[in-house]
């Protein structure tokens, strides 16, 4: 029975880790200690929470450290065959992805030190060596985390042995299950590799309404993944200075990556153009433009969208309520109708999100009836769309970046407001970094991409507490960073590799697979078990 | 999965989009301690009472300039009497004549409006030739345009002085049924900029204009296809404004409740599907014509059940929003059922193969 509660346990840790992958709650741990310490004594206000703030930042690191040496190494604690899965499946992407780079520095030593006896480079052949040293420390630590998997499965088998009593037919059927889970396991992994392995490479992502809020967040994120972006918006001052600021991002990620997503990187590039989505003429040369430049066009985000202030209807006028409409509506329907036709025409097809936004839903959006009555619309017509793409190469489907600080949010909310904003809102690099990955990898048509899912919302509501003074203070100032220095502090938090971004590579029914798979060679064990002694 | 909406003070991003089928609600105010918790009633579904509560933080009447409720609040309001008078957009042809007709039958004072001089010149003739002088006028108006809906109230306030049902009846789908990637510009942006924008001017200056009536006034918002959420291939720009339409409708009435407008109350209004134009244009599919056999009802039988329907609303004074449908899920069922089971309505109007 021992089998039986280690198993039983497991998926929840397991589901556990699943859940709360994404970086963006990695923080809550870390951040819950400072300001529980500093909470007695919460007399200075605005100063206290200004330090926190500064200090929420620099935090993030020692986390998301942590949360990979969690994910990677104390595995022991985790269900075996679960780990096992994840562990050969990190493994073999790491040797795929590692496999050239090793056999090319190996050769570059070897041949330099054979030069080096001729011509006394003592300082490449060092530097050589401690890259040759740094690769087969991975290795080994690899090859070390699939012992570890090797042998705590082995714990399974031992503990099936045991509870078999001997007993040869249970004991070849343990024999069974497991090599069955083996290979399984194995084959998982080697379907994701290989998947990954074919669908790497920089994907050309247009965004329209990209110079500012989320959309350049978007941007930024695709590039520093190692896209080619096409940055888009109405003004071409805007999106001259935007494609400047993104490639200085880039530059200054360059500098700080790691050697791999270094060689991602290089492929990464920013274009721009002037585009109004309500002009279709526009949106056509937007289209024509990306094609020519990038060759085709794999991702197209309808992310332009206005709102222009929080009031009653009547309060509008006609231009207002125009430009509302044809840029949310109009400009998403062209936009759509024009990614359709440049999709069709790649062998690959292609994929385009439109964005959500209050009143996707369908609930009521007093004082932004406008806004929230096109937003509803869309949804409507991703469902049309979904039905009319049926059999094409084209994707539709929707991101939803929940309650983002930027202009469209903040314009003319109140105090009040902005408390609210406290709890829920996110900054958008931080929605971005969760929706980008989950937008390269997508497949298939009408998957909905948000952030702010089920689990999140309950963390915002069991935090909100906490979440008081996060982004602004009583007298609704801005407490958080000015965007250049947000970048900064994001720059170097992305720059090492973490499990868990290994893990939002993957789609949640590639673990709900692995799971179930876990859950049924649980049963397997257990049923052979329990049936080998039938007084327990 | 859960509706988060907060009605009155966070109206941004009120929705949490992703989630949009309600069943359970949050009650925040536990949360929130620190703040009032009466502002914080959350609740599903949007347009719960809140503005019975004096302290409020987003309270507007300082900000409304027109100043609709503290003018409703001084003068009496006066009962809705009829004969009403009604205004219908995009009324020469289609439900929309057909409900000014059936207004006229019921001795309501009816103006029309349509894009067309020709168009609107001639039904305002055959009308009065049908229920004598004076009691129908009409006006060229085109709904995508402020000025031309401004000169509408003021030609509607000229004839008749006030209106108490303002019917928003224009509605286009370019003719059009192809899918997206084959429509073409103009004929989105006549869509969109018809049925949305359009209506949402015509909204506000209704609004605008019933506000400072001693009557008040009921605007009619009609819905269309696409409008439940479901998904409307080959016209699908329409069905998003049709779903913008109802959701309009919904915003209005929160909206309009929180500014305590007491004597305007917008309302949608469901024709189902209507031989007219709009909707012969797309019987090119088998399905199509199949469901327009079975479910499809001429003009004038759907203006003749919608009408008594809009007007008991003024005369029983109630300020409840309405949806009024003509084809209700019950009906639409039994005719589908009746189709399958005794062949009824086949070829009705289209010829089925």
Not at chain 1, 14 to 42: E, I
Not at chain 1, 69 to 84: A, C, D, I
Not at chain 1, 124 to 142: D, G, H, N, Y
Not at chain 2, 79 to 98: C, D, E, F, Q, R
Request: proline fraction near 4%.
């Amino acid at each position: 029975m021992a089998a039986v509660s280690k198993l039983h346990l497991s998926p929840q840790t397991f589901l556990h880790h699943l859940t709360f992958k994404d970086p963006s709650l990695s923080d809550h741990p870390p951040k819950l200690r400072p300001l529980l310490r500093r909470n007695p004594g919460k007399t200075d206000g605005i100063l206290s929470f200004r330090q926190r703030n500064g200090r929420f930042r620099p935090l993030r690191h020692p986390c998301r450290a942590f949360r990979s040496e969690n994910g990677g190494e104390s595995t022991e604690k985790r269900v075996e065959l679960v780990e096992r899965d994840g562990i050969v499946e990190e493994k073999n992407r790491s040797l795929s992805k590692k496999g050239k780079g090793i056999l090319y520095s190996l050769k570059s030593l070897l041949l330099r030190a054979s030069g080096s006896e001729k011509s006394v480079s003592g300082e490449k052949c060092q530097s050589a060596m401690a890259k040759l040293e740094e690769i087969f420390f991975s290795v080994v630590t690899q090859f070390g985390r699939y012992l570890l998997t090797m042998t705590s499965t082995g714990v399974i088998l031992a503990v099936g042995f045991q509870l078999s009593g001997g007993d040869s037919q249970m004991n070849t059927l343990i024999w069974y299950s497991w090599v069955g889970g083996i290979i399984i396991g194995t084959m998982i992994g080697a379907n994701m590799v290989l998947e990954e392995h074919s669908r790497a490479g920089p994907r050309n992502v247009v965004i329209t309404g990209s110079t500012r809020g989320l959309g350049k967040a978007l941007a930024r994120e695709f590039l520093l993944s190692g896209d080619r972006v096409v940055v888009a918006s109405r003004s071409p001052e805007s999106v001259h200075t935007t494609v400047g600021e993104l490639e200085e991002d880039l530059k200054k990620g360059i500098l700080t990556a790691g050697s791999m997503s270094k060689l991602h990187m290089a492929r990464a590039k920013v274009v721009g153009i002037a585009c109004d989505v309500c002009e279709p003429e526009d949106v056509r040369k937007l289209a024509n433009f990306a094609a020519s430049e990038l060759g085709s066009i794999d991702i197209w985000i309808n992310n332009a969208g206005t709102n222009k202030g929080f009031r009653p209807l009547l309060q509008f006028t006609d231009e207002d309520i125009d430009q509302i409409v044809s840029t949310n509506l109009v400009g998403s329907l062209i936009c759509t109708r024009e990614a359709m036709h440049v999709m069709n025409s790649q062998e690959k097809g292609g994929h385009i999100f439109n964005m959500d936004g209050a009143g996707s839903g369908g609930s009521s959006t007093p004082l932004t009836a406008v806004y929230g009555s096109t937003k509803c619309g869309l949804r409507q017509l991703q469902a049309s769309l979904l039905k009319e793409c049926k059999r094409s190469k084209v994707g539709v489907h929707t991101a939803s970046p929940g309650m983002v600080l930027t202009d469209l949010l903040l314009s003319g909310s109140t105090l009040k407001n902005k408390q609210m904003f406290n709890i829920i809102c996110e900054l958008p690099e931080t929605v971005a970094r969760t929706l980008v990955p989950r937008m390269r990898v997508v497949k298939g048509s009408g998957k909905a991409i948000n952030y702010l899912t089920p689990p999140r919302i309950l963390l915002a509501l069991v935090t909100a507490w906490l979440r008081r003074g996060r982004w602004f203070d009583d007298q609704g100032r801005a407490l958080y960073a000015a965007e250049a220095d947000r970048i900064r502090n994001w720059a170097e938090s992305r720059a090492r590799f973490s499990f868990t971004d290994a893990m939002e590579m993957y789609t949640e029914n590639t673990w709900v697979s692995v799971f179930s798979l876990s859950v049924v060679c649980a049963f397997i064990i257990l049923s052979s078990s329990s049936s080998s002694f039938p007084g327990t | 999965m859960l509706v988060l909406s907060f009605p009155l003070q966070y109206p941004h991003h009120s929705s949490l989009s992703p989630f949009s089928s309600s069943s359970s609600a949050f009650n925040f105010s536990s949360v929130l301690t620190s703040q009032k918790p009466q502002i914080l009633g959350f609740c599903t579904r949007g347009i719960r009472r809140v503005s019975g509560n004096p302290n409020l933080p987003l309270r507007l009447q300082s900000t409304i300039t027109t100043g609709p409720e503290s003018q409703s609040q001084v003068k009496k309001r006066e009962p809705m009497i009829p004969p009403y008078n009604v205004l219908i957009t995009g009324s020469t042809k289609g439900i929309g004549y057909a409900l000014a007709k059936e207004f006229l039958k019921s001795g309501d004072n009816v103006i029309i409006c349509s894009r067309s001089a020709e168009r609107v010149e001639s039904a305002v003739q055959t009308l009065n030739e049908e229920f004598g002088e004076r009691r129908v006028s009409g006006t060229v108006c085109d709904v995508k345009k402020g000025d031309e809906v401004k000169k509408l109230v003021t030609f509607a306030c000229d004839k008749l002085k006030y209106i108490d049902i303002w019917i928003n009846n224009a509605g286009s789908n370019a003719y059009s049924y192809k899918p997206l990637s084959e429509a073409s510009d103009e004929d989105l942006i006549e869509v969109v900029t018809t049925n949305t924008l359009g209506l949402m001017i015509c909204c506000r200056e209704a609004i605008m204009m019933m506000s400072n009536q001693p009557r008040g006034g009921h605007i009619f918002n009609i819905d269309g296809a696409g409008s439940d959420g479901r998904p409307t291939p080959r016209f699908a720009a329409y069905g998003a404004t049709k779903r913008s339409v109802v959701h309009l409708t919904k915003s209005l009435q929160a909206e309009l409740q929180m500014q305590e407008v007491k004597n305007v109350m917008v309302h949608n209004l469901s024709p189902g599907m209507v031989t007219t134009e709009l909707l012969m244009s797309g019987a090119l599919t088998k399905q199509a014509k199949f469901f327009i056999n079975v479910l499809a009802e001429p003009a004038e039988v759907v203006a003749k059940y919608l009408v008594p329907g809009i007007r008991s609303i003024p005369s029983s004074g109630s300020m409840k929003p309405t949806y009024i449908r003509f084809l209700t899920g019950l009906k639409a069922y039994s005719q589908i059922f009746s189709r399958l089971a005794f062949g009824a309505r086949r070829n009705r109007y289209l010829i089925e193969d």
